[in-house]
Structures are given as structure tokens and as C-alpha cells.
């Protein structure tokens, strides 16, 4: 079978695959028009301008569990005749699920204290003693709701240090003041939840819709932001509320019938200084991490300068002086009295142990570098942007599937080189092996979290979908792409490797590996350590992230310090005459993984309120995913900055 008819299976999977289960548009990009009621018919200007203002509903989270649940867990108002929207791959694997509400408003149309529904509860009933249970543990870990108007989240503005406001995308659903009368979460915001071993429920929410009327008057209006502050009323009668009365709480040890009325105002206010396209702005800029972003940049750029001019230092002067002497040695006598790195021109090609393992290690690493790069590329152009639900995740995982190719040519490519025959065996490890651990992982976690009842877990369908990308397009195309790696010839090396291995010298303590390895890791990691809090804080605290462009510097900066401070070290080794580079390559640079790991600890202990078992399991369960991918994308990067430099040096001395 030709190697073009192989790959048209494939290719037609994923097309039904896009069309069906990874099918999903860009939100965000497309503007809908508003227009009151009276002005939406048959003889409007705007034949798609509607009225009726929809808000979608989103899984709840908290920053003290990892843990996210649906909305309606929590026995909060719901419809359920109403089909719920789309979600793409990405927001399934987040765990998002967006669902329709109650709340509909309509354009301009202000309204006071309307009735969305009452939740009765009688706690000696099974049922009902669950769900209250479940909801007092919701306030109690500071879980919060997540809504959306017009693809845009609603916000909870306050203010913070320094007269600054911070605009929050999600609001708690109450709060709970202990035994001892400390307030905790959001209880601190108002004096009257004051009583001991209570619980306060917002039941209430005052929003705010700004809209801005297009300048020609005849595309009606677009929202531009959704603000509301959220309130807890007991109201005077709960069948006809009026927003009066005290809090409503909730006793910690009260039994017996509850009623829970839940109730909402809507205003509008015409904003003539935001416009459409920039409307997430003042989300974003309400986080003050600009400055400390360019202090990471700069912080990043005084290392790479640093090991930049060690070396152009190794390479103009002492390899150039190096070189210039070894080719000039005519006679035998001088060539006995060779010294240096070039004392093992005769082993440093010589195939390294484990060089299955290694090659396998290389081509999963390949994969993971070119989907990093093109993914935060495209997140660059704004493609991937936080109004785009999912679609960095999405992006990411095509991206990963589609480059089997690759994956499969690099490792088939070097363990010819190294000598192997096995090749069978090599392309079914390049295909599995990596990526078998990560999937290991991944359903590991998953069954945590279906036995929490947790919306994070994915359903079966989607689960199958991740298995038929896996095997019908990704393990193909790696076949594909070894196919190829191992018709062409093998890499040609510019000096003959001897056939006795030479014997390695006593080493000094700092060219030992294990050494040399820990230093090495250091600083890559440090060009990388800031950026590492807000992507952590991203994940874990639930924070949008947006900076790609720093991002992607970062990303630079980080494959430029891990091919220099390899190629540094691969230097001096070669000079203390020990030529096990490949794996030592590898590692030096794949040892940042185990900085991030202790990072990613420190994290844990320091920054996050996590708690429960379950909770702790998961996050480390996907740090170790996370590190797993770091170290093969780090290691890949040393490995092959390393092989330029070996390739290069020896290419241009003369060997007898």
C-alpha cells in the first residue's frame, strides 16, 4: 500500500471527526445587535436584531477544591425544556458545561426585584437533606457561579488594595461565619452577617448591562459589559418579594420546612466610551500583572545574555583557538599529543545505551515542541483568546494529533542512527508509550472524578472520541511518519566511530552527571518561574489568562537558555574527555521538569486553600501530567541544540 493511499484513511477520519464530535465555531467573533421590542419586526433595519437577552449558566468551582460541579448540583433555578448549547473539546476536557437559565431579560426593559423561583426544603426528607447538605458545603469551600451574557462573563466589581477595583468573572454563592464568629470569604463584606455558626446565601443579584449604540444608528445596539453585585434578602413575603428584610441565612443546625426565594434587578446604562471589539478590556485590566510580566521578561533576558555571551565566548575564542591548533598539527608526534575534546573524535558519535528509549523520548518531544509553538502562535493572532471558550485546548489536541508524522520520523530517524534493527518495536513505542502514560493519567483522575459527581468528568462519548483521535489518526501517522524515517539513510556522521570505546578518565565533582544535570536545569527554569505563577494561578485559582504574548517570548527565551546552558555543559564534558552526551543532553535541559515539579509543590503548600483527598489526588495527578509532557518538550530541546553543537565541531577538524 503507497504511503499516499495510507494516509487517506486517516485524513477522512478526522474530517467526520471535525464535523461531528470536535465541531465547534469561534464565539466572540461575530457581534449580535440589540433592539427593544418596538423596533424588532417585519419593517426593522436590522433584520437580526433581537430583544430577548439570554444568560447561560456555567460549572461552579472554588479555589479550595479542584473539584467543579454543574448548576444544577446545587438545586439552584432551572428550565429544563431548553437544549443546551454546544460545547467544543476544550471545554469539555475543562469540564465546563453551559447550560440555559431562567434569567431572560429584555432589552432596556428595567426591572425591580422579579421572582425567578422558590426552592422549598424539608430536611427530614432524604432528598432534601441532600441537597441543602450539598449546598452548605458549597458556601462553606467558597464555590462560585459563572454566567454569561452575549458570550461575555458577568463580573463582580470591587474594589481592592490602593483604590484599585478587581473585576471577578464569577460571584460566590453565600458564605459562612464559624462557631467562633469569623467571618469567612465574602461574609466580610457586610457587618450584618454577624451571626455564629450561620450560613448566608445570595439569593438576590443586582445586574448592570452597558450597551453601546452603533454610531450609524441602524445596526442597533451591542453589550459591552455585564456587571452585578450580589445580595442575600430574607424579603418580607417570599411569593411576592420587595428586596427588604434582613440577610437570608441559613443555620448550620436548623431542621425542619426552608424556603429559599431566589430573585434578580436588571438595569441598563448606555456606555459611549467602550466599543465592541474591546469590551474584555476592562476585565483584563483590572489585573495588575503588566508590570511583573516585564519584569519576568526582563529578568529572562539578563540570563540569556548571560550564557549567550559564554557562549559566543566558547566559540570564537576558545573553540576557534582550539580548532585552528588541532588542524595545524602535521606530524605524529602532534597528533599523539592531542588533548581536549577532540581526544574523543573516535567515541562521541558511538550509539548511546537505551537508545530505544531515547529515540522514542525525541520523537514524542518533537511532537510536543511544534504543537507548543503553533498553538501559542496562533493564541498570539488572538485566535485563542479567553471569548473563544475551549479553543486553546481544542487547538492543542488537533495539533498533537495531526503530528504523529513527526513524532514517528524523528524517533525512527535517530534510532537508526544509533544502531537499533527493532523497528517494529520502535514505532509502537513512539506511538504509545508517552502518550499511553498521559492517557493512564488523565482516566485515572477521571474516575476520581466521576465517583465525586464532579461536572470535570468526561463523558463516555467524549472519552471514546479521544481514543478514535488517538488510534485512527495519531497512531497511523506516526506509522507514516517512521515509514519514511526508516527508508531514508542513516545520519551521516562527520567522523568514523572506533570500534574499542575509550576509557573515560576520573571526573572532577561538577563534570560527574548527576551533578551537571541538577545545575543544568536551573536556569532554564529560572527565565521561566514568574510566568509559571500566573499560568498556575490560571489553572488552579481559576484566573483568566491572556498574556500570549509574553508568553510567547517566554517560550523563546526558554528554548534559547535550554539549547545554551546544554551546550555549555555538553562543552566541558567533551573537554574532560567523557562523550556520553545524548542522554546527559537530554537530561541537563529535561531536569527543569523537576523544578517545575518542586515548584508546582511549593505551589500546593503556599499559594492554594485546597483541601480534601480527593482534591489533593487530582492536582498532583495532573502535575505529574503536566511535568511528563515538560520534561520530554525541555529534554527534546537539549538534545538536539546539543547535536547541532557535536555535529558542528567535529565537522570542521581535521581526523587522521
Request: glycine content about 8%; aromatic content about 16%.
Amino acid at each position: 500500500m503507497s504511503a499516499r493511499s495510507a494516509l487517506r484513511g486517516p485524513l477522512l477520519v478526522l474530517w467526520f471527526l471535525s464535523q461531528g464530535v470536535l465541531g465547534f465555531y469561534l464565539p466572540g467573533l461575530a457581534p449580535v445587535s440589540f433592539c427593544e421590542p418596538a423596533t424588532v419586526g417585519e419593517g426593522n433595519a436590522v433584520p437580526d436584531c433581537k430583544s430577548t437577552i439570554e444568560l447561560f449558566v456555567n460549572r461552579l468551582d472554588s479555589v479550595e477544591s479542584v473539584l467543579p460541579y454543574e448548576y444544577t448540583a446545587f438545586d439552584f433555578c432551572a428550565v429544563e425544556a431548553e437544549k443546551r448549547p454546544s460545547e467544543n473539546l476544550g471545554q469539555v476536557l475543562f469540564g465546563e458545561r453551559i447550560e440555559p437559565s431562567p434569567y431572560k431579560f429584555t432589552f432596556k426593559k428595567t426591572e425591580k426585584c422579579q421572582l425567578v423561583c422558590n426552592k422549598k426544603y424539608n430536611t427530614n426528607l432524604p432528598t432534601d437533606k441532600t441537597y441543602m447538605d450539598f449546598l452548605k458545603k458549597g458556601m462553606l469551600l467558597n464555590y462560585q457561579h459563572h454566567w454569561i451574557v452575549d458570550n461575555m462573563p458577568v463580573t463582580w466589581c470591587y474594589d481592592v488594595e490602593d483604590g484599585q477595583k478587581f473585576c471577578n468573572p464569577g460571584f460566590p454563592i453565600g458564605c459562612y461565619v464559624t462557631e467562633g464568629g469569623q467571618p469567612k470569604d465574602a461574609c466580610v463584606v457586610n457587618s450584618d452577617f454577624s451571626e455564629k455558626d450561620t450560613f448566608y446565601i445570595f439569593n438576590h443579584v443586582d445586574i448592570t448591562i452597558h450597551y453601546h449604540v452603533v454610531e450609524t444608528g441602524e445596526l442597533g445596539a451591542r453589550l459591552v459589559a455585564a456587571k452585578m453585585e450580589p445580595r442575600s434578602y430574607k424579603h418580607t413575603n417570599a411569593d411576592a418579594p420587595d428586596c427588604q428584610g434582613g440577610p437570608m441565612f441559613i443555620k448550620n443546625k436548623d431542621s425542619g420546612d426552608m424556603k429559599i426565594p431566589y430573585t434578580y434587578s436588571i438595569a441598563f446604562v448606555e456606555d459611549k466610551k467602550i466599543r465592541w471589539a474591546s469590551r474584555w478590556d476592562y476585565i483584563l485590566e483590572s489585573m495588575p500583572h503588566t508590570n511583573i510580566q516585564w519584569f519576568s521578561i526582563m529578568n529572562s533576558l539578563v540570563i540569556v545574555l548571560f550564557l549567550s555571551g559564554m557562549v559566543a565566548m566558547i566559540m570564537l575564542r576558545t573553540l576557534h583557538k582550539d580548532i585552528a591548533r588541532y588542524n595545524q598539527m602535521d606530524s605524529v608526534e602532534d597528533a599523539q599529543e592531542e588533548f581536549g575534546w577532540k581526544l574523543v573524535h573516535g567515541d562521541v558519535f558511538r550509539p548511546p545505551r537505551k537508545g530505544m528509549l531515547l529515540s522514542v523520548f525525541l520523537g514524542s518531544g518533537t511532537q510536543i515542541f511544534i504543537m507548543t509553538f503553533v498553538t501559542l502562535f496562533f493564541a498570539c493572532l488572538g485566535f485563542l483568546s479567553p471569548a473563544n471558550r475551549g479553543a486553546l485546548m481544542t487547538c492543542a489536541v488537533v495539533l498533537w494529533v495531526l503530528l504523529g508524522t513527526p513524532a514517528g520520523y524523528v524517533a525512527a530517524r535517530f534510532y537508526k542512527s544509533f544502531g537499533g534493527e527493532k523497528w517494529k518495536t520502535n514505532v509502537l513505542l513512539t506511538a504509545f508509550l508517552c502518550p499511553g502514560v498521559v492517557f493512564a493519567d488523565f482516566f485515572l483522575m477521571n474516575l476520581i472524578l466521576w465517583w465525586e459527581g464532579s461536572s470535570a468528568a468526561m463523558p463516555f462519548g467524549t472519552l471514546v472520541a479521544i481514543l478514535a483521535l488517538w488510534f485512527c489518526i495519531s497512531v497511523p501517522l506516526t506509522f507514516i511518519g517512521a515509514y519514511f524515517g526508516f527508508k531514508r539513510t542513516g545520519i551521516e556522521h562527520p567522523v568514523r566511530t572506533n570500534q574499542i570505546p575509550r576509557q573515560i578518565p576520573e571526573q572532577s565533582f561538577y563534570t560527574k552527571p548527576l551533578p551537571g544535570i541538577v545545575m543544568g536545569g536551573i536556569l532554564p527554569f529560572g527565565c521561566i518561574f514568574i510566568q509559571l505563577f500566573f499560568i498556575l494561578n490560571s489553572i488552579w485559582s481559576h484566573q483568566m489568562y491572556y498574556m500570549f504574548g509574553f508568553l510567547f517570548l517566554v517560550f523563546i527565551i526558554l528554548v534559547i537558555t535550554c539549547s545554551e546552558a546544554t551546550i555549555l555543559l555538553c562543552y566541558f564534558h567533551l573537554c574532560a574527555e567523557d562523550y556520553h552526551w545524548q542522554w546527559r543532553s537530554f537530561l541537563t535541559s529535561g531536569f527543569t521538569a523537576v523544578y517545575f515539579l518542586v515548584y508546582a509543590i511549593h505551589y500546593f503548600l503556599s499559594k492554594l486553600q485546597i483541601t480534601g483527598l480527593a482534591s489533593t489526588i487530582l492536582y498532583f495527578g495532573y502535575t505529574m501530567i503536566m511535568t511528563l509532557i515538560f520534561f520530554l518538550f525541555t529534554g527534546t530541546i537539549g538534545f538536539f541544540a546539543c547535536f547541532w553543537f557535536v555535529t558542528k565541531i567535529y565537522s570542521v577538524v581535521k581526523v587522521d
